[in-house]
């Protein structure tokens, strides 16, 4: 599997610059993060190319990253930010000292989970955020694809959780949740599963894609007040029913 990770994350896609409206969430979610800033660290799990620590040094946190591939370290290195390469090993750290750790779309690479989130858990200190996010395997758009969602693909994804499934990886780590929340359909993943369903001989893997439908949709829907407010009721709807197509899970470390 060792050898199967390397080279499938060698040749992982570089997504270029960062457009307005992901600028715009990264700092909705810095801004989130500020009842929890006490130490001024952060650290991100699976960080890329840096681009969400570069926004929070701008804010003034002290950032530090781990990351896998060998092109993303060098890029982020190249930023002077601080980096550990390989899966998160908290014998790099100090222990409880971090106010918040992120991972996004990350933790359904990972092979060893239950060590993951019990690392993430040694590391936040008391009364710290850990916040993650992930495919929603009891989505509607998983639901309407079954076997052609896009979201199934080894060797990239080796675990698929539920809000319950992520809430009891969590708990049994020590922490306590503050929320799971459900939310997005993806139109370009839907229409991707249509064609690998339909028209297999002209499917392209969606991480693979040059023409990213959902980044023109969300760029239509933060220009227009009205359908930023359809947005909001839309993604409260699909967190009650827990059908959205990303799970986002706020966890807290107990004080006591």
């Given at each position: 599997m060792d050898k199967e990770l390397d080279d499938f994350y060698a040749a992982y896609p570089d997504y270029g610059s960062l457009s307005p409206l992901t600028i715009k969430r990264y700092r909705e979610l810095l801004q989130n993060?500020?009842?929890?800033?006490?130490?001024?660290?952060?650290?991100?799990v699976g960080c890329g190319h840096g681009a969400f620590l570069e926004l929070a040094r701008q804010e003034g946190w002290e950032v530090t990253g781990t990351e896998y591939s060998d092109k993303s370290i060098g890029v982020i290195r190249s930023k002077g930010?601080?980096?550990?390469?390989?899966?998160?090993?908290?014998?790099?750290?100090?222990?409880?000292?971090?106010?918040?750790v992120l991972s996004l779309e990350v933790i359904e690479h990972v092979r060893c989970i239950e060590q993951e989130a019990t690392a993430m858990t040694?590391?936040?200190?008391?009364?710290?955020?850990?916040?993650?996010?992930?495919?929603?395997?009891?989505?509607?758009?998983?639901?309407i694809l079954q076997a052609n969602w896009g979201v199934l693909c080894y060797p990239e994804h080796l675990h698929y959780f539920n809000r319950t499934s992520l809430r009891k990886l969590f708990d049994s780590a020590g922490t306590r949740k503050l929320g799971v929340a459900t939310t997005g359909i993806s139109v370009g993943r839907l229409r991707?599963?249509?064609?690998?369903?339909?028209?297999?001989?002209?499917?392209?893997?969606?991480?693979?894609?040059?023409?990213?439908?959902?980044?023109?949709?969300?760029?239509?829907?933060?220009?227009?007040?009205?359908?930023?407010?359809?947005?909001?009721?839309?993604?409260?709807?699909?967190?009650?029913?827990?059908?959205?197509?990303?799970?986002?899970?706020?966890f807290i470390k107990p004080e006591n």
């Open positions: 993060f500020e009842p929890f800033r006490k130490n001024n660290r952060l650290l991100e930010i601080t980096v550990y390469q390989g899966e998160l090993d908290p014998s790099n750290f100090s222990q409880s000292s971090f106010d918040v040694q590391l936040v200190r008391p009364g710290g955020l850990i916040y993650l996010t992930t495919p929603n395997y009891f989505s509607l758009s998983r639901r991707e599963g249509w064609r690998k369903r339909h028209r297999p001989t002209d499917y392209r893997p969606f991480v693979n894609t040059t023409y990213n439908e959902d980044q023109q949709l969300r760029s239509r829907i933060f220009s227009n007040a009205f359908l930023e407010g359809i947005r909001i009721v839309l993604n409260t709807i699909l967190t009650i029913t827990g059908l959205g197509d990303t799970l986002k899970g706020r």
